[in-house]
């Protein structure tokens, strides 16, 4: 890019305009608001659901992913699955296993602080 006098400006372009969404344990996503929220097809997120990877809330005896909801934890592991696939190219054979190693870690980390203030 160059200003009115010919220079070169190298100034960086503005950021791409962020959105942001808060969830908590009460508000809970749709599939779509999962997926934009993530950004991915949804088509994705019924591929976590399918392997087991994020478990959604079924309204009404519902089994149709347009009636799911997703908390927060949910939200958050779907982000987690999606990190490990495009960083690190797991499958998602390979992020089961790491989420559940990680779950794991979790719950012994909880144990230790329990213990550390017992």
């Known amino acids: ?9 190298n100034a960086p372009s503005p950021p791409p305009e962020l959105s942001v969404t808060l969830v908590d344990e009460q508000n809970a996503l749709t599939l779509t608001e999962l997926s934009h929220a ?18 959604p809330q079924i309204m009404a005896e519902e089994h149709e992913p347009h009636c799911w ?10 982000r987690m699955a999606l990190r490990l696939q495009s960083d690190l190219g797991i499958n998602l054979a390979g992020v089961a296993l790491a989420l559940q190693l990680l779950d794991e870690i979790e719950t012994l980390q909880m144990r230790l602080n329990v213990l550390d203030n017992w």
């Open 69 to 78: 909801r997703f908390t927060g934890t949910q939200m958050r592991r779907a």
């Open 38 to 55: 993530c950004s991915v097809q949804s088509g994705y997120i019924i591929e976590l659901v399918d392997e087991g990877l994020i478990t």
């Open 1 to 9: 890019m160059s200003d009115e006098n010919g220079h070169r400006n």
